[in-house]
């Protein structure tokens, strides 16, 4: 045998903010979003594009999304195919839960405003492009669906139109296609610059082409082939795929069973019966608009900031031509997708669908009590707590600058219930929040568990896994999660967002 002369591997002498560097390049940094925050007045505006009729998870959805359309805007409901469904469309289906809507709604109506009526809805469902994937468009093939779009993206309104894709988006790009065709550059670009897209995976070939012929288009997906073969790593599963996926270590299953359901969901009048039994998962395609509810958190202001609906990081996923919204990130400074969080058995757990079941105790019963409004007068059902924070009352984000070492006292004292009930209070320091194009800080918190909390930011920019190999410069970021919770059935919680800008200590 040959002998061998060992050498000393090269990368051991290389300076450790060079390994740094290099550790980033390969794990593919995050990169700046164009548009930190969407900041705008009123309820987000919403189409959904949905193979419906496929399997029983796009009929659960809808039924969710039915109960919470007072706080939206809903402006069209397209049935599309899909990888799943390649040959037809459902529009039927959609207008047949529309009118179930519509026969609760009288009785919706003394719990919240703003129900729109199952007349203007079911006018809002059409058909969206009958074929399967890309080569179902074309200049002059648009359909109802797409006609919807355009109408939307159109109208003179400043606040961004969502596009909840719970199927195949080929009539999202067979508008963009006309629209193209048509328009000259820079009216296109002010047509991209008001869709915000939420995809359930790619569910045709539509998606990757869409991302690849308008890069500016903001778009949340964890790219896949439309098979379904890479579902198991997506966000969304986290909804409630903890069983079929096997990838819900740490989560809570209690309350997405079909005995819960059962028992929360179907039992209750003429819109619970319509909920199916799921196949193979609940409501697959929920997350795509979980995060829009007028809740506290505000995760439709920027994918990071997180929330029901999940949270994504931007950054250039292998395969895609620049930055989307998507999971990943650099493991080395830990801004990732991945929240870690503990997990029902006390034990921690670090993962992309933790970012949706950290939060399946409270949208689960959220659910459960818009049902009973469904059948129950407003005395005899549960309503959410109503929030106030150092005098700041209503949903809205707030924004507080802070020193490192200076202590920010928060006080939600002011807070009550609208039935009466007691209230528990839960800060904490969401440590994932908020890190695309900044740096993440760290925090003390004292009194979590009390109405009157105080943190003091201890550094700038924490540490990241190999210590002292970045540059900390300008301010920082830490967002503080303020959850109430009620003593009513089932418990509701209601949430306060606090972002503390952190600048460091200044010189005495």
């Given amino acids: 045998m040959r002998a061998v002369r060992h050498r000393r591997a090269s990368w051991l002498v290389v300076p450790l903010t060079a390994l740094a560097l290099t550790f980033n390049g390969l794990l593919g940094a995050e990169t700046r979003p164009p548009d930190p925050v969407d900041d705008f007045q009123g309820r987000p505006r919403l189409i ?10 796009d009929q659960m959805s809808l039924v969710r999304l039915l109960l919470y359309s007072n ?49 203007e809805l079911a006018g809002r469902v059409c058909a969206g492009q009958p074929g399967y994937g890309m080569a179902a468009t074309g200049v002059g093939k648009m359909s109802g669906g797409a006609k919807a779009i355009v109408s939307s993206v159109d109208r003179d309104d400043a606040r961004p139109l969502w596009i909840s894709v719970w ?3 080929n009539t999202l790009a067979e508008a963009l296609i006309e629209v193209r065709a048509t328009r000259s550059p820079a009216k296109v670009a002010r047509f991209v610059a008001k869709l915000r897209v939420y995809s359930i995976s790619d569910q045709d070939d539509a998606g990757p082409w869409i991302r690849r012929e308008f890069p500016d288009l903001f778009y949340i997906v964890q790219p896949s082939g439309p098979d379904g073969g890479g579902y198991y790593y997506a966000t969304w599963t986290g909804i409630s795929g903890d069983v079929f996926y096997r990838n819900g270590a740490g989560a809570d299953f209690s309350k997405v069973t079909n005995a819960w359901l059962d028992a929360n969901i179907r039992s209750k009048g003429g819109l619970g019966k319509l909920y199916p039994r799921f196949a193979y998962i609940m409501e697959g395609d929920t997350p795509s608009f979980l995060g829009l ?35 990943g990130g650099d493991v080395s400074s830990r801004v990732t997708s991945q929240d870690t969080v503990i997990g029902a058995d006390g034990g921690t757990y670090t993962s992309d669908q933790a970012t949706i079941w950290r939060w399946r105790d409270a949208f689960q019963n959220d659910f459960a009590a818009r049902m009973d409004w469904t059948i129950q007068d407003h005395s005899h059902a ?36 609208p039935n009466g009930q007691s209230l528990h209070y839960n800060w904490s320091h969401y440590a994932e929040a908020g890190g695309t194009g ?18 003091t930011p201890t550094a700038v920019c924490r540490q990241a896994w190999l210590p002292n190999v970045r540059p900390c410069s300008g301010t920082g970021v830490a967002h503080i999660i303020l959850a109430v919770t009620n003593d009513g059935s089932p418990r509701l919680t209601s949430y306060r967002r606090i972002i503390l800008i952190v600048h460091a200590a200044s010189a005495r």
């Avoid at 994918?303 to 029901?308: F, H, K, S, T, V």
Wanted: negative net charge; without cysteine; charged residues 20%.
């Fill in 48 to 57: 959904v594009i949905s193979d419906i009729g496929n399997e029983p998870d």
């Fill in 71 to 119: 706080e939206l805007d809903i402006e069209a409901l397209i049935a599309a195919t899909s990888t799943w469904q390649k040959s037809a469309v459902h529009p039927e289906t959609m207008r047949a839960l529309i009118q179930a809507y519509g026969e609760v709604r009288p009785n919706l109506l003394p719990h919240a405003k703003g129900w729109p009526t199952a007349e």
């Fill in 167 to 169: 199927g195949g988006v």
């Fill in 293 to 327: 509810i007028d809740n506290g958190l505000n995760a439709y202001r920027r994918p990071d900031w997180g929330g029901w609906g999940g949270r994504y990081v931007y950054r250039q996923p292998y395969g895609e031509t620049h930055a989307i919204w998507t999971q």
């Fill in 382 to 417: 549960n309503h959410n707590p109503l929030v106030e924070v150092n005098g700041s009352a209503g949903t809205a984000p707030i924004t507080i600058d802070a020193e490192v070492g200076k202590p920010v006292v928060l006080d939600a004292g002011g807070s009550r219930d």
């Fill in 438 to 455: 900044t740096n993440l800080s760290s925090v003390t918190l004292a009194g979590a568990d009390t109405p009157k909390a105080v943190v």
